[in-house]
Nanobody
Framework: QVQLVESGGGLVQPGGSLRLSCAAS????????MGWYRQAPGKQRELVAA?????????ADSVKGRFTISRDNAKNTVILYLQMNSLKPEDTAVYYC????????????WGQGTQVTVSS
């Protein structure tokens, strides 16, 4: 199995930046895709950005040009990052890291979430 642990959330002023990290451990060889989702109070969880093994990334329209997803592969772990710039109050949410297996062996794992609050 794969375990995911997020870090890096916090309080930031509008226009500021934060970088979220997600450390994956366990059966990291089975990871096909990783992504960041967010859930604001009273709203459904939504995809923010995702990256597929091989490097292809996609973003929600609301974060294009402001957020960058990247993945760092090490020997026994994978670190997923989300660099968030030009933050807006509407980016306030709990951010969750997600990992998925391939179609040949589908699985789905979530991290515990990290709070991001954008406020003056």
């Amino acid at each position: 199995q794969v375990q995911l642990v997020e870090s890096g959330g916090g309080l930031v002023q509008p226009g500021g930046s934060l970088r979220l990290s997600c450390a994956a451990s366990g059966s990291i060889f089975s990871i096909y895709a990783m992504g960041w989702y967010r859930q604001a109070p009273g709203k459904q969880r939504e995809l923010v950005a995702a990256i597929i093994s091989g490097g292809s990334a996609n973003y929600a329209d609301s974060v294009k040009g402001r957020f960058t997803i990247s993945r760092d592969n090490a020997k026994n772990t994978v670190i997923l990052y989300l660099q968030m710039n030009s933050l807006k109050p509407e980016d306030t949410a709990v951010y969750y890291c997600n990992g998925k297996g391939p179609l040949s062996d589908p699985w789905d794992r979530w991290g515990q979430g990290t709070q991001v609050t954008v406020s003056s």
